[in-house]
């Protein structure tokens, strides 16, 4: 006879461990499947884990916000004593140069006094007092190594830069999904791996399991997506594509990691950069490193993947062009001979916002479209999905009356509509990692 449960999480990454962890608490029996040996083997295991709190939207900056009091009490969060080996979360901060991309950050900066999300404003005179003998001037457009001017300037400076003190980065992304599966295990969660789940079980208009590759079922009256970038492949599997405005599809993307400049301690002063003059972000990486990874500018070409099992795991020529850029501002920065660095999939909604909702299948919901931006607020979805799925098979029409999720450290409530499968595509989005 087949088992029962009272949800099916497909997929354990950081965002679906933390689901089955919040979803446990709430008493819900549940068991997390996932295809590959370990918690965040996936997409989650290739994440830069960079935690920032600046986005194009107020939700996703309030969600972002409230995310990062998670990783300051990590241990809290998952309780004591639960994880054999905890994460460490380095709480550096964030420069953020100024630009016209993001608007010189003043839509940002209103959006971070309402959530009480403290900044700093950095001139441009001042910007080399963080960044030690940063070359200032701007560089925007961004060009390919084949374009005329490439790594050449095109203004004498550009428009200063924004320190927010609350951010930073976790060391190893992969353990945070294991830290929140034993923390889920503690409250009852079950988990099973080298599980593939090829089927989402329906009975009129309703779910009722899901069907294994070895051809066993499980039965459960949700099941929740939490696929990474397969999300695609499980919203196909359980038919639910043409009810959604908001659709999600795999990039491959590419993240450097170099030496320092000479005489540069980034690791123990360094903090996490962005800068969308130059079209890369940052961040300090263990041995004095500096992990590099692409704003996505419109001259690089971008790498959609049909099937996420598929695609080239090799650093090409973008991982070296990405070092270049970023040694435009980090003067001294070597471009290496021997490329170093991850290969990984981001899973990317149309607006490069998540969509953390229900389906038109009675109890088919998504935790997906993470567009290379949600590991930071893994804890918040986690919660949020486990809220969703709580009131909605109570009988909730989240689609017709969209839940409001209060958010207990920054004291705010956000409509969980900003985030639903349904919405129009958020134009102020700036359509890339940044969100
Ligand atoms: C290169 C890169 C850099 C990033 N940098 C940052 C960053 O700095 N900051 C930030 O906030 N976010 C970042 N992200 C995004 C963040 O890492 C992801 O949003 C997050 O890790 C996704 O977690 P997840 O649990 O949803 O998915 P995943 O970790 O992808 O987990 C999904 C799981 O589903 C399983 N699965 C899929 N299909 C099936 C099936 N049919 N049956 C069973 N199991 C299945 C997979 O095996 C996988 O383990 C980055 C992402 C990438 C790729």
Redesign the pocket.
């Known amino acids: 006879m087949s088992k029962s449960y009272d949800a099916i999480i497909?997929?354990?990454?950081?965002?679906?461990?933390?689901?089955a962890f919040e979803m446990a608490k709430k008493g819900m029996k549940t068991l997390s499947?996932?295809?590959?040996p370990e918690?965040?083997?996936?997409?989650?295991?290739?994440?830069?884990?960079?935690?920032?709190t600046y986005y194009s939207a107020y939700e996703t900056c309030a969600l972002?916000y409230e995310g990062w009091h998670y990783w300051k009490d990590w241990e809290g969060y998952i309780g004591r004593g639960v994880a054999d080996n905890l994460i460490q979360y380095h709480d550096t901060g964030c420069l953020v140069i100024k630009t016209p991309h993001n608007k010189d950050l003043s839509v940002v900066c209103d959006t971070m006094d309402q959530i009480g999300c403290p900044w700093e404003n950095i001139p441009t005179d001042q910007i080399p007092d963080r960044l030690p003998n940063a070359d200032t001037r701007a560089y925007d457009p961004a060009k390919r190594p084949d374009d005329d001017g490439f790594g050449e300037p095109t203004g004498n400076a550009v428009n200063g830069a924004v320190f927010f003190p609350n951010g930073g980065?976790v060391s190893d992304?992969k353990l945070s999904?294991q830290n929140a599966q034993q923390a889920a295990m503690a409250a009852g969660a079950e988990f099973r791996f080298n599980?593939?789940?090829?089927e989402i079980k329906q009975e009129n208009g309703k779910v009722v399991g899901v069907t294994?590759?070895d051809g066993s079922r499980i039965n459960a009256p949700v099941v929740v997506n939490?696929?990474?970038?397969?999300?695609f492949?499980?919203n196909e599997?359980a038919g639910v594509t043409d009810g959604m405005n908001i659709n999600t599809r795999a990039l491959r993307?590419?993240?450097a990691h170099v030496p320092a400049p000479k005489g540069m301690d980034f690791e123990r002063d360094g903090f996490i950069y962005s800068d969308s003059d130059i079209h890369t972000?940052a961040?300090p990486e263990t041995g004095n490193h500096i992990l590099i990874?692409s704003e996505d500018p419109a001259c690089d070409p971008q790498d959609w993947v049909e099937n996420?099992d598929v695609f080239d795991a090799n650093l090409s020529e973008q991982s070296k062009i990405m070092t270049m850029r970023l040694a435009q501002r980090f003067t001294g920065l070597g471009i290496p001979e021997q490329a170093k660095g991850?290969?990984?999939?981001?899973?990317v909604s149309d607006d490069w916002m998540?969509i953390y909702d229900k389906s038109d299948l009675d109890g088919f919901y998504m935790?997906?479209g993470?567009?290379?931006?949600?590991?930071?607020?893994?804890p918040v979805?986690g919660k949020i999905m486990a809220e969703l799925v709580q009131k909605c098979q109570a009988g909730h029409d989240h689609d017709v009356n969209p839940v409001q999720f209060h958010l207990d450290y920054i004291n705010a409530d956000i409509s969980l509509g900003a985030f639903s499968r349904k919405r129009e595509i958020n134009q102020n989005s700036s359509f890339s990692?940044i969100g």
Request: charged share 10%; glycine share 12%.
């Open positions: 497909i997929g354990a990454g950081v965002i679906g461990a933390c689901t499947i996932d295809k590959l918690a965040g083997y996936g997409s989650t295991s290739g994440s830069c884990a960079i935690i920032r972002a980065y992304p999904a599980t593939e789940v090829t294994l590759s939490v696929a990474g970038p397969h999300s492949v499980i599997m993307h590419e993240v972000y961040r990874g996420p991850v290969v990984a999939l981001y899973d998540p935790a997906v993470t567009s290379g931006n949600q590991f930071k607020n893994a979805a990692v």
